[in-house]
């Protein structure tokens, strides 16, 4: 199935990467339904995880701050450094708290996620010189994501336990199924 639509370029684009797509796409599924399954748990595993990437950032901008003594903005170096220790202690080590402000973040994430994605199928879709197949998906997937930002913010707080888990599955779902579909039109043409 030849489209005439679908620029050489694009289609060769996705092509030439098709298993990338695929494998990605099918890594999203698991794991989103894995988080869906388990969207408390979910939703600790991404708050410890993030507590882990503050402890090795404020460990290695404090290591620089200590290095680098002689320069005039090492001290205020080593207070973000010691900020980022904090922050990441808080996070990595007392698994329930934190959750508010963290699915606070995952939801403006999510809105702008679905934004960005909303554009590529704008982009992408029938009519425009850069169709591509799986351009509704696309979009089904950013109005689903910013739908769920949009959630997240609106049951705040009483969501925070678990729909940051359910919420990150139901995304990393639909931003799977996308890839795959997307990998699957691209195998026909």
Known sequence: MDDPNIPSD???AIQDNIRQFRTLGIALIVLGVAAILFPLFASIAIKVLLGWFFLLTGGAVLWHAFQARDWSSALLS???GVVHLA???YLAFFPLTGLIGLTMLMAIVFLFQGALEAGMAWQHRPGHGNAGPGWAWMGLSAAVT????LMLLAGLPGTALWALGLFLGINFLTSGISFVVLANAASKF
Do not use: M
Request: a positive charge; aromatic letters at 0%.
């Open 10 to 12: 694009l289609k060769r």
């Open 78 to 80: 080593g207070l973000v």
């Open 87 to 89: 922050i990441g202690v």
């Open 146 to 149: 910013i739908v769920l930002g």
